[in-house]
């Protein structure tokens, strides 16, 4: 095969990431190319091209259609609904072959997902516990060059802080809290996928965790604080009872008994009236520190206790809050100096405060209960960084208090360190201008490129124990070292060694060439990485950043071989090839979804469709596009307006293989189109949905097109509280439910899974059909209506994760998913390849058939009848000789192929009217036709 060098340096964003230049060599068969100039990207929450993009794209995904939100802790709920559903249990297939499949581990073990918890032991700093948001709570024994999961893999998945108990001979209690509340990679509007599920505890030093039942209700309704877990602290002073103070949404509430029971001490009863954020922290003596936003949950003002408070018990508080402070402030982190303990430091968002938007404050504690006179505080929000450059990168920014954290060195109280977007570390804990430096995140101010092995986006910073110059991070790229913390540059070291957190939003595998490991992805805040070996160690390579999304692989002429082509958010997409590469998406292209489809026919690999808004684009042959811009381009784009859905936007696509050129297209509308002859400017388009028995609103998420019938279609609607999966045989005139056991109740209520994903594997007239969903993916040899059975795949791998996208290979029954917050996974499903043609059924002769229509005006299409594996080019020629187009040129196998000409010339002109010759050449066979073009 092939090597797929893909111009991953060429995006600017290799700097230290991923393997050593050695081992890409190894991976990619010693074929190596220099840069090229495409910017990386920065990620989206918060700031960008749309700072909404994201919410939006996943709250039309998963909102109930009905009320237009989320449904409340609708995760705990699908979760337990998913634990009664039948797992795939081996069996046998026709011919008495064995069902059971056996799930591979693709990693990417090199590169990590969000991170907001982190924690070293203090008995034994080798373990370190780390928590993704949607990755679970990961475990390591040495120093983080391995990790492995820790909890069951079927239980909530949302990790958002960590703390050990710090008293003597109780380090093996362990307690963490769940429920990002911004940010969330799976939030979407009016509620959140990965709500939380309360504080969960371990008593064997993090090997295993149950939840504390006082934290957790089964009310559907967002009722209690434990809902959203901002942060935790124990006292480490009292022996007798065990005091853990939790900083959650709508207050900070204290637990004098380990847990069993917890009591309201700042904020109020009426949640959504409590301060939205809030923090806590704890000094070595058992004083604590808290702080509450001044917004609450509705974003209005005047809080109950809002400000910053101070206790020596967890219990009593008193308000510490300077008349410096501003009025309106969100979310206000602390941080207390190890080495003087009467030193704290506040950093925060606060919308007025000039330039920046942000404050740092200094506390110094002087004696008393700390308020007014007992305690003296600075403002030094004036020399926070504010540097000319990239938005979103110079000025510093949290993305709306997504991006906070600060930690003052254990040998320094004036030595402050903070994280936002990117990762800075002051001196004198900014008390004068300028005297900073950034250490992490992007490289510099004018650049999206990230500083060299480190990842914008921070939420944790750990000291080690002994060792005070040794700083650990968590950011949204997973868990980095660095072993001077005061150098600078910052020499960083990744520990995303199996650290397999990463959220997927998409995958690619080859769909042709059997027995190939190529696997491609595009993660939330990763960009795309790729690997082409099948072992879960192997080491993934970049190709971009940014927040990656679709992705596609296929294989075309020399000297280019093998292509990816990759999207970035808001519907922008590059070619790359082993030597270079280029922006291909339209001039003039608007409306993209924040993860946007595309999709290449299966038929011709040249040609592209994209989901462009309303309405959808075709480039009719990509090759033609020149490489090397960072541009949008015009080149064999054409806008087919006639596609148009009159306001929803297009958000699924799936092209037909037998017959060829038939595009189904879905909306975030609920309607489903039909596009034939899509391949011409005058295809046709019908409505396929309206009265056919499909829902009437909701989102198309997945369209699934039977390669061997393109009338057999399997589409899928991702909204909670609607039925999921439907499938027609005689293309879109009428629908059926197949959702079966993945919806609760029969109208689609209840706590059925969120369906993102479908596909179908033929096997010599079998099949099997695949749905990725919210609570991991799932599989049935049958459809029968409403009583389908679908049973779970890899119940201990791939687990309850999010399942966002299936790829089959129907060659060898590769299967592949891609997760969000496990990685990938792939397998290999028994299938029998198709049967021979019959000698009477093989072409025994290079052939081309007669083109229809002839004359004709828009297009016309011919076949090409092929005996053997062949490489073949068809040309358009005029009379005199000149080739006007090409037309067709691929590899193929021994069949009939549809060939298609829209009447253009090669560089896209309408060709003028008269008598052409279609010319195939095949292997040095050549057939020809004649035709005739009207104008």
């Not at 958002?160 to 769940?178: E, F, K």
Request: charged content about 15%; aromatic content about 10%; some cysteine.
């Amino acid at each position: 095969m092939a090597a797929l060098a893909l111009a991953a340096a060429a995006l600017g964003v290799w700097e230290g990431r991923g393997p050593e230049p050695r081992d890409r060599e190894r991976l990619w068969e010693g074929q190596f190319i220099s840069r090229k100039a495409i910017a990386p990207r920065p990620s989206e929450i918060g700031h960008g091209e749309d700072p909404g993009s994201r919410a939006r794209w996943e709250w039309m995904m998963m909102q109930d259609p009905s009320t237009g939100r989320v449904p409340e802790r609708i995760r705990e709920r699908e979760l337990a609904f998913a634990r009664a559903l039948p797992k795939r249990m081996p069996s046998l297939l026709k011919g008495g072959r064995e069902a059971a499949v056996t799930w591979e581990r693709r990693g990417p073990v090199n590169v990590g997902g969000r991170t907001r918890a982190l924690a070293l032991d203090r008995m034994n700093p080798a373990i370190i516990l780390a928590g993704g948001v949607s990755g679970g709570m990961m475990r390591s024994t040495n120093g983080g060059v391995t990790w492995h999961r820790v909890g069951a893999i079927n239980d909530l998945q949302s990790v958002t802080c960590i703390v050990q108990d710090p008293r003597p001979g109780r380090s093996a209690n362990w307690y963490y809290g769940t429920g990002e509340l911004r940010g969330n990679s799976a939030a979407g509007g009016g509620g959140a996928l990965y709500r939380g599920d309360g504080i969960y505890r371990s008593t064997d030093n993090g090997l295993s965790w149950s939840v504390l039942p006082a934290t957790r209700t089964r009310n559907v309704l967002f009722d209690q604080s434990f809902d959203y877990v901002w942060n935790l602290a124990i006292d480490p002073t009292d022996t007798v009872n065990t005091v853990i103070v939790a900083a959650t949404i709508g207050g900070v509430q204290t637990s004098a008994d380990g847990g069993a029971s917890w009591t309201t001490r700042l904020g109020g009863s009426d949640i959504p009236a409590g301060p939205r954020y809030t923090d806590v922290v704890v000094t070595s003596g058992g004083v604590f520190y808290a702080t509450a936003s001044s917004r609450n949950s509705n974003g209005t003002l005047a809080t109950p206790d809002a400000g910053v408070w101070r206790s020596t018990d967890g219990l009593t508080w008193a308000n510490v809050t300077p008349a410096l402070f501003p009025a309106d402030f969100n979310r206000v982190v602390a941080a207390v100096a190890p080495s003087n303990e009467s030193i704290v430091y506040f950093v925060g968002e606060a919308p007025t405060i000039t330039p920046t938007g942000h404050g740092v404050w200094r506390y110094d504690y002087l004696g008393g209960n700390g308020s007014g006179a007992n305690g003296i505080w600075t403002d030094r929000s004036a020399n926070l960084p504010n540097e000319s450059g990239l938005s979103g990168n110079a000025v510093f920014g949290t993305q709306q208090s997504y991006d906070l954290v600060a930690a003052v060195s254990p040998n320094d109280p004036n030595l402050l360190y903070v994280g936002a977007i990117n990762l800075y570390r002051a001196p004198d804990a900014f008390a004068t201008p300028g005297n900073w430096t950034r250490i992490g995140g992007y490289a510099s101010a004018s650049t999206y490129a990230r500083y060299a092995d480190n990842h914008p986006d921070h939420h944790a910073i750990v000291f080690h124990p002994s060792l005070p110059s040794v700083l650990y991070n968590g950011n949204d790229g997973g868990v980095f070292r660095t072993d001077d913390a005061a150098a600078t540059p910052a020499a960083w070291t990744s520990l995303n060694n199996g650290y397999v957190t990463t959220q997927f939003y998409a995958i690619g595998i080859d769909p042709f060439s059997s027995g190939s490991h190529l696997l491609m992805g595009g993660m939330q805040d990763n960009g795309t990485w790729y690997v082409d070996e099948l072992a879960g160690q192997a080491l993934w390579s970049e190709a971009a950043g940014g927040d990656g999304g679709f992705c596609a692989i296929t294989t075309e002429p020399a000297p280019d071989g093998l292509i990816a082509y990759i999207s970035l958010q808001n519907g922008v997409i590059y070619r790359l090839t082993q030597i270079t590469n280029g922006r291909v998406d339209p001039t003039g292209g608007t409306g993209y979804l924040f993860i946007n489809p595309f999709i290449l026919d299966p038929t011709q690999q040249k040609r592209m469709y994209l989901a462009g808004g309303t309405t959808i684009w075709r480039n009719s042959d990509l090759r033609g596009i020149p490489m090397g811009s960072s541009n949008t381009t015009s080149v064999n784009w054409r806008n087919l307006t006639q596609t148009s859905t009159g306001g929803a936007s297009i958000s699924a696509l799936a092209a037909s293989t037998m017959p060829a050129n038939i595009l189904y297209y879905g909306t975030s509308g609920a309607r489903v189109y039909k596009l034939t002859n899509a391949h011409l400017d005058d295809a046709t388009v019908t409505d396929v949905s309206s009265g056919k028995g499909l829902p009437t609103s909701g989102y198309v998420s997945s369209i699934a097109v039977d390669p061997m019938n393109a009338d057999r279609v399997l589409i899928a609607y991702s909204n909670y509280a609607i039925r999921s999966i439907f499938m027609t045989t005689n293309g879109g005139g009428m629908w059926t439910d197949v959702s079966g056991n993945l919806e609760e109740r029969r109208d689609g209520s209840g706590n059925g899974p969120s369906v993102r994903w479908v596909e179908m594997l033929p096997d010599s007239g079998a099949y099997s059909y695949f749905a990725g969903t919210s609570t991991g993916l799932y599989s049935t040899r049958s459809l029968a209506d409403t009583s389908t059975v679908w049973s779970q795949e890899g119940a201990e791998s791939i687990g309850s994760h999010v399942t966002t996208m299936v790829q089959a290979r129907r060659v060898d029954g590769v299967v592949a998913v891609g997760t969000h917050g496990g990685g990938t996974f792939s397998a290999v499903f028994p299938t029998v390849p198709p049967k021979p043609p019959t000698p009477a059924s093989v072409p025994r002769t290079f052939m081309v058939s007669r083109n229809f229509p002839n004359p004709f005006n828009a297009g016309t299409s011919f076949n090409i009848i092929v005996p053997s594996a062949s490489r073949v080019r068809v040309r358009i020629v005029d009379l005199a000789g000149r080739t006007v187009a090409t037309v067709y040129d691929e590899s193929v196998a021994a069949g009939t192929y549809p060939v298609n000409w829209d009447g253009r010339t090669a560089d896209g002109r309408p060709a003028a009217s008269g008598v052409y010759l279609y010319v195939m050449d095949a292997s040095g066979n050549v057939a020809a036709g004649k035709l005739t073009l009207l104008r």
